[in-house]
């Protein structure tokens, strides 16, 4: 006596084959992460390219600076009035760098949660429209199966 095997795998091919499957929902959604990670792909490479500038600024205004403390002075006391220069100028210097970099971090933060409130708005009406689509397949689906 010989057993028959049941074939699990054609199974579970006829019965997703026999559910309602919209890929687009799929796709949309893939859609909108795909541009969520883009728009804060955009943030951070702005963030980065203008923090770049200021540091990059900041450092040609120290050595700038710098060279005014390495000029040969007359009088010993001259040098010490010269560091002291140097130290007050690049005291303001980096006050004003480190509040250009606050501001940087600022619009991201603004620029981010804007985009986060954005990105769940939309993906939210994804799932919505996804669900109803889907809950619409599966109704008409199930009256075709109960009317045969």
């Known amino acids: ?3 028959k095997t ?3 795998t054609k199974m579970m ?3 997703m084959a026999s559910l309602p499957t919209d890929m687009s929902a799929y796709q949309d959604t ?8 883009e728009r804060m792909s955009k943030v951070a490479l702005e963030a980065a390219e203008k923090s770049t ?6 450092t040609k205004d120290t050595l700038s600076k710098l060279n005014g403390v390495a000029v040969v ?17 690049q005291a303001e210097a980096t006050a004003e760098t480190l509040a250009a970099f606050a501001e940087v971090a600022k619009n991201v933060q603004m620029e981010t949660v804007e985009l986060m409130l954005s990105a769940g708005k939309d993906m939210s009406e994804d799932f919505t ?10 109704t008409s689906a199930a009256k075709k199966a109960t009317a045969k």
């Open 53 to 58: 500038e200021i540091s990059s600024k900041w």
């Open 1 to 3: 006596m010989a057993t």
């Open 73 to 89: 002075r007359e009088e010993p006391a001259d040098y010490g009035k010269a560091v002291t220069d140097f130290a007050s100028a």
């Open 6 to 8: 049941t074939d699990y």
């Open 129 to 138: 429209a996804a669900a109803k689509k889907a809950s619409s397949e599966a």
């Open 30 to 37: 893939f859609k909108s992460y795909a541009s969520f990670g």
């Open 13 to 15: 091919q006829e019965m």
